[in-house]
């Protein structure tokens, strides 16, 4: 058996009491809550979980949910391998 | 439905699976009746095959050798080594699942395992472990050289707004075209997957084991929308579908279970139906209202869901729980090239002209990215941007 759980982000396994306990002590910046609790930092990169984490930040904080700014999407958005980076070989790496 | 294809014979934790040409390993593992597939991170819960598109990590094996491999994404190939890996000592059987007992609310990792600090490297030990039970891969293996590629333009997404601009584009003779998908899961040959794009103006594409990065005069956004799903209570076990997984499996044949229920709604309840009724599962139950769900029962596979009805409690018995949440356009891509975004409620579009344009110089987008929702808007939307392409053709 499993104990009740829901979840937001599912590849960093944060449930949204995590998410609800970490806005109350006072993470309340979109970018700082990321950080804090991982949420949209996993191979998905966000695709699952960035508008729930929207909505649940906006309903504890009071701000609108149009107001919500959005976190910045960083690339790589899909996962890629280490191998396939070191093997770059071209010369704008080599002049750094 | 009856199967087409040849047999494709494969090993499964040291056991052979038959599977079938035209499979993906996750689909030849489904029909073999396998469910859990994998561990969750930190409470080490069972997970199966969730989103059927490569984006989630609930469906990761061992595949020849790598760790880490989307089983939903990798088409089948006959002797195929696969093996979970997460878990200790096995996925099925996980003595660190007693995390999800300890951690019953969350487990914030911020604040445990930090004192006292000489315990630290043992600390260490035990969070590594926890987060991943993967090995480094067998070898080393063979990695092309990154490639630099130019072409006139870039069409980014195969659904249906982008697939109406890349025929009418073709259509005018444009040559230099270059066509990748936004989705890992998508095992259409020969996939190319679009991993970023970048200040300098190219667009990172990951092509079998390597990467390119292409600079294109014209590029389109035909990212489209993501599908997600739903924060029920245990909403993430195996049994807990998307519609791309159900998607996945009932066109190859694989029931995705023999008792469905439906929760939440989205424009693809539908095609979900009749997709379960090709492969005769039954619908038990549709609950509209997610927020009605009180929890997702079972444990290593999905055996019920209660839910509120008025003011009565109802338990339903089923093997299968698809969550249809809502269908969120696909702006990463856009927000990295510098797009104007517009809020709209819970999500983000990208803000074009009526040609499809955006704010940056040579980067158009259409369909689903932009807020378009029926099916007539996205089509005309992708041949709207399409003849704005042409018409710049030969400069932004």
Partial sequence: MVVRKSFICLCEDVTVEELRSAIRRGYTDIEDLKRITGIGTGPCQGKQCLHIYREILAEETGIRIEDMPLTTLRPPIVPTSFGAWASRDDDEEADR | ?396
């Fill in chain 2, 1 to 396: 439905m009856p199967l087409s294809g040849e047999p494709l014979d494969f090993t499964f934790n040291g056991r052979t699976v038959r599977g079938y040409k035209g499979d993906t390993i996750a689909t030849a593992l489904a029909r073999d009746g396998v469910k859990s597939f994998s561990r969750s991170m930190k409470f080490h819960r069972p997970r199966g095959l969730y989103c059927g598109s490569g984006r989630c990590i609930s469906c990761v094996m061992r595949v020849n050798g790598v760790p880490g491999v989307r089983t939903c994404g990798v088409p089948l190939e006959r002797g195929m080594v696969v093996q979970t890996e997460r878990g200790f000592p096995t996925t099925r059987f996980d003595l660190l699942s007693v995390f999800d007992s300890v951690f019953r609310r969350q487990f914030d990792y911020h604040s445990r395992f930090i004192r006292p600090t000489f315990m630290t490297p043992f600390y260490q030990y035990v969070v590594r472990h926890l987060a991943s039970s993967s090995r480094v891969p067998d070898s080393s293996g063979a990695f092309p050289a990154l490639e630099r590629k130019s072409c006139e333009v870039l069409i980014i997404g195969r659904g249906i707004s982008g697939s109406v601009a890349q025929a009418r584009i073709q259509k005018a003779g444009v040559r230099s075209l270059i066509i990748a998908d936004r989705q890992v899961g998508n095992v259409s040959a020969p996939p190319s997957t679009v991993f970023g794009f970048y200040e300098s103006g190219e667009v990172g594409l990951q092509v079998g084991s390597g990467l390119q990065l292409v600079k294109a005069r014209s590029i389109l956004l035909a990212t489209g929308r993501e599908e997600t799903g739903l924060s029920i209570v245990n909403g993430d076990i195996p049994g807990n579908m998307l519609p791309e997984a159900v998607h996945q499996l009932t066109s190859r044949g694989v029931s995705p279970g023999a008792r469905a229920v439906l929760v939440g709604t989205n424009e693809l309840r539908d095609r979900v139906r009749r997709q379960l009724e090709a492969v005769r599962s039954s619908i038990v139950a549709e609950v509209q209202d997610a927020s009605s769900v009180v929890q997702v029962l079972g444990g290593r596979a999905v055996r019920g869901i209660e839910y509120s009805e008025g003011r009565t409690s109802k338990t339903v018995r089923c093997d299968l729980v698809i969550q249809l949440g809502p269908l969120v356009p696909a702006v990463e891509l856009a927000q990295q090239a510098g797009c104007e975004l517009r809020s709209s409620g819970s999500f983000w579009t990208v803000r074009v002209d009526a040609g499809g344009r955006t704010n940056v110089p040579g980067v158009y987008a259409c369909g689903g990215v932009t807020g378009l929702i029926r099916e007539d808007e996205r089509i005309s939307s992708g041949e709207a941007v399409a003849l704005s392409m042409l018409r710049n053709r030969g400069g932004p």
